[in-house]
Nanobody, 123 residues
Framework: QVQLVESGGGLVQAGGSLTLSCAASGIIFTIRTMGWYRQTPGKQRELVAAIISGGGTNYADSVKGRFTISRDNAKNMVYLQMNSLKPEDTAVYYC?????????????????WGQGTQVTVSS
């Protein structure tokens, strides 16, 4: 089984910065994609940024130029550097990963989610 644990959330003033970290642990063969999503009350969870094992990235338009996603494949970790934070960035941020594991002699790929970390940006 695989677990994802996020850290780095907190309270910051508008214009400030935060760095989120996510660590994947367990018996992992490989992780194709890791990403960050966020969710506010009454809204669906939305993709913030994603990164594939080869380094390709994808960002939501609302965060382009402000957020940077990166990963350490050897450590099974993904990071989100958030700069120039705005109040509208306030949300619970969730780490997501498509993880391939080997179970009963077969390979399986499943989505895993962290518990989330709160980011609050004050005006």
């Amino acid at each position: 089984q695989v677990q994802l644990v996020e850290s780095g959330g907190g309270l910051v003033q508008a214009g400030g910065s935060l760095t989120l970290s996510c660590a994947a642990s367990g018996i992992i063969f490989t992780i194709r994609t890791m990403g960050w999503y966020r969710q506010t009350p009454g809204k669906q969870r939305e993709l913030v940024a994603a990164i594939i094992s080869g380094g390709g990235t994808n960002y939501a338009d609302s965060v382009k130029g402000r957020f940077t996603i990166s990963r350490d494949n050897a450590k099974n970790m993904v990071y989100l550097q958030m700069n120039s934070l705005k109040p509208e960035d306030t949300a619970v941020y969730y780490c997501n990963a498509d993880v391939t594991t080997r179970r009963w002699g077969r390979y399986y790929t499943d989505d895993y989610w962290g518990q989330g970390t709160q980011v609050t940006v004050s005006s």
